[in-house]
């Protein structure tokens, strides 16, 4: 059974940092493009960033500069690293996977960020 666990979430204040985790429990992680969504309570799930299976990286307007993704093909694991906080970017974040070339994905349980003073 594929599984995404996501962890790395919590409480933190405005301008502070958080590192979120996805390890996954795919055959052929390198296949999969990752990516990094969010859900604030009463809103749709919006793409935060993506990271293709060659490394190529995208982000929303509104966290480039700031976050991060990346990803470690040894570990199956990967990151968003999300720096300068703001009150706005409080979310539940989820991880998901899509193999290229065919309809698999599969998403996280989600981990919570709360960014507040």
């Known amino acids: 059974q594929v599984q995404l666990v996501e962890s790395g979430g919590g409480l933190v204040q405005p301008g502070g940092s958080l590192r979120l985790s996805c390890t996954a429990s795919?055959?052929?992680?390198?296949?999969?493009?990752m990516g990094w969504y969010r859900q604030a309570p009463g809103k749709q799930r919006d793409l935060v960033a993506t990271?293709?299976?060659?490394?190529?990286?995208n982000y929303v307007g509104s966290v480039k500069g700031r976050f991060t993704i990346s990803r470690d093909n040894v570990k199956n694991t990967v990151y968003l690293q999300m720096n300068s906080l703001k009150p706005e970017d409080t979310a539940v974040y989820y991880c998901?996977?899509?193999?290229?070339?065919?309809?698999?994905?599969?998403w996280g349980q989600g981990t919570q960020v709360t960014v507040s003073s």
């Open positions: 998901n996977a899509e193999r290229v070339g065919t309809s698999l994905r599969f």
């Open positions: 795919l055959s052929g992680f390198r296949l999969y493009a």
């Open positions: 990271i293709t299976t060659d490394g190529t990286t």
